[in-house]
């Protein structure tokens, strides 16, 4: 299998995944340039990261690759088995962390595209971490009295969690204020597979200082 992804992206997710699983992979870390290259353009005609390879089988989509990976890999435990309730759980967590909680920092990375006015530009930033916080708020309270986002495992959907909620520690309500959140991000930055992927990376946790697992 190979993994295109880029440094600090939601791509890392992937990564980790792929480091929990334990198979045989590589990665190829792209920058911007590289993902509007030709060549990748080929592989993703959206042109951006994570796009998936495994043999004949081209993959493009966070969601879809960590679904891939969970059922090819099951013997892992990365994710509950399919057709039951917690398996169900898993892709209602997916879903909103992809489909909801990632959209609400575009307007953060990329103000301009959200109004035309330069001047708007920290009004529309302001937007995004009022959203954010909608998102990260209600995550928050269903962790109360979980270890996990699934209970008392970890999944693929804390492995999605993690670069988005590193992007948060950063603004002026920081992810460090989501307790249940933080303590989770913080027992990952410190799992072995995850400072592997750092390593890989070039980057180091958001979160600074980590707790032993």
Same mark, same amino acid.
């Given at each position: ?9 939601? /791509?890392? /997710? ?8 334990? /198979? ?24 951006? #990261? ?32 399919a057709g039951t309730v917690e398996r169900a759980e898993l892709h ?40 954010? $916080? ?9 962790? #109360? ?12 959907? $804390? ?12 603004? $002026?309500k920081p992810t460090s204020e989501y307790r249940n959140i933080d ?7 410190? $799992? ?14 958001? #979160? ?6």
């Amino acid at each position: 299998m190979k993994l295109y992804s880029a440094p600090g992206t939601c /791509a890392t /997710a992937m990564h980790i995944v792929l480091e929990w699983i334990g /198979a045989p992979y590589e990665v190829e870390q792209l920058d911007f340039a590289g993902m509007k290259s030709e060549a990748y353009l080929k592989i993703n005609p959206s042109g951006v #990261v994570p796009t998936l390879v495994d043999g004949d089988m081209v993959l493009p989509e966070g969601l879809a690759i960590l679904l891939y990976l969970a059922d090819k890999h099951s013997e892992s435990g990365i994710a509950p088995a399919a057709g039951t309730v917690e398996r169900a759980e898993l892709h209602r967590w997916l879903a909103f962390i992809s489909g909801t909680l990632h959209p609400y920092f575009w307007p953060h990375f990329m103000p301009m595209r959200f109004t035309t006015d330069p001047k708007e530009h920290k009004a529309v930033q302001q937007a995004s971490h009022s959203l954010v $916080d909608k998102a990260l708020s209600q995550i928050e309270q269903h962790l #109360v009295g979980r270890d996990w986002l699934l209970g008392d495992k970890k999944s693929v959907a $804390d492995a999605l969690l993690y670069p988005m909620a590193g992007w948060a520690y950063g603004f $002026d309500k920081p992810t460090s204020e989501y307790r249940n959140i933080d303590r989770i991000i913080r027992k990952l930055a410190a $799992d072995p597979a995850v400072l592997a992927v750092h390593k890989s990376q070039g980057t180091q946790p958001k #979160v600074g200082l980590v707790e032993a697992v």
